[in-house]
T-cell receptor, first 113, second 113 residues
Framework: DTEVTQTPKHLVMGMTNKKSLKCEQHMGHRAMYWYKQKAKKPPELMFV???????INESVPSRFSPECPNSSLLNLHLHALQPEDSALYLC????????????FGSGTRLTVV | EDKVVQSPLSLVVHEGDTVTLNCSYE??????LLWYKQEKKAPTFLFMLTSSGIEKKSGRLSSILDKKELFSILNITATQTGDSAIYLC?????????????FGGGTRLMVKP
């Protein structure tokens, strides 16, 4: 299995909703990442997990809450989002030393209404 | 702050043409430079470059890194319509606590029949 799987593929949520994005990989990668990509912009790093511990938080608002239950799973919990949070959310994973580069999931296209 | 700049921003060519995409970087902790192709969703890994002057090649695509002048180029020969995409270059920085990708703004390539 050489894929990173993200669910759901599309999500529409209201500003008062609570939802979660899920990411799963079975490549034995010990580093996992969340990126946010707005239209016509490059991906921007949000969070990095290393050995299931949060190692980097790029000053992301608290309405985004990451969770890494185990080495194969990464969640992003969403609460009280704003319309400007609408974007493509990409999950990625890599070996801890990243020698072979990252593998990205197909992303979740989030729309906040 | 790490900075990755790509040029041109966009490019329109005809099938069979050869294109060269540029990526320059200013980073505090260089580990490697990566190239990705992004069509609709997930960026697809193309190359990872760590050493200067060594060309990496995959079919009609090739890439090289110059660590002295801090840039990389991606060449595509005999372009095809399927090469139409956004090409992203990224610096892999960070430390053992996590790998951070800082993306350039991308080059949008359109190949016309």
């Amino acid at each position: 299995d050489t894929e990173v799987t993200q669910t759901p593929k599309h999500l529409v949520m209201g500003m008062t909703n609570k939802k979660s994005l899920k990411c799963e990989q079975h490549m034995g990668h010990r580093a996992m990442y969340w990126y946010k990509q707005k239209a016509k912009k490059p991906p921007e790093l949000m969070f990095v997990y290393s050995y299931e511990k949060l190692s980097i938080n790029e000053s992301v608002p608290s309405r985004f809450s990451p969770e890494c239950p185990n080495s194969s799973l990464l969640n992003l919990h969403l609460h009280a989002l704003q319309p400007e949070d609408s974007a493509l959310y990409l999950c990625a994973s890599s070996p801890q030393d990243g020698v072979f580069g990252y593998t990205f999931g197909s992303g979740t296209r989030l729309t906040v209404v | 702050e790490d900075k990755v700049v790509q040029s041109p921003l966009s490019l329109v060519v005809h099938e069979g043409d050869t294109v060269t995409l540029n990526c320059s970087y200013e980073v505090t902790n260089f580990r490697s430079l990566l190239w990705y192709k992004q069509e609709k969703k997930a960026p697809t890994f193309l190359f990872m470059l760590t050493s200067s002057g060594i060309e990496k090649k995959s079919g009609r695509l090739s890439s090289i890194l110059d660590k002295k002048e801090l840039f990389s180029i991606l060449n595509i020969t005999a372009t095809q319509t399927g090469d139409s995409a956004i090409y992203l270059c990224a610096n892999r920085g960070g430390n053992n606590a996590g790998n951070m990708l800082t993306f350039g703004g991308g080059t949008r390539l359109m190949v016309k029949p």
